[in-house]
């Protein structure tokens, strides 16, 4: 039996994948699109449909915390437009990337190695970040708050620490490389 030209066996998979995805992220407050790729590749799909559909998700659901931030004053609209500008940039990189590895016939394995690495990283990330200290990363979670030196964790410090121009100035009077 098929709807929308798909067999319902199939529409059945993907909404239970996405009832899941939003469940157990939704628990920990962040989205799980980051599992929509290599999902998507365990199922079979070719390695490009798996990633642009990562990317579709990302931009859905980007779109609608952005739309609920708003309301709220809570988005630095000049920020906002540098990280669709960076983000752009690396899609393109991304993209040509993919196409040379597919090129090669090493897409699939580069791609999980990739996923691999980054979920252990942030993994490991966060299991430091909650064995160390009180376990909320050290960062306030008073909306009103400003923002104080010792409410930013040490990898934001280093990272905002290199100075590579040219640099611009945010709202809140933090200092960042374009």
Known sequence: MELFGVAVSLLALFAGFGVLIGLLFGFFG????????????VMGYDTTVAVASGLAFVFATSVIATLKHRDLGQVDYKLGVLMIAGTTAGIEVGKIGLHALQAMGLADLVVSVIYVGLLGGIGAFITYTATSGDGDGGISHDADAEVDADDIPDVAKKIQSYRVPPMMELRGGVSVSL
């Open 30 to 41: 962040m989205g799980g699109s980051f599992l929509v790729t290599p999902a998507l590749m």
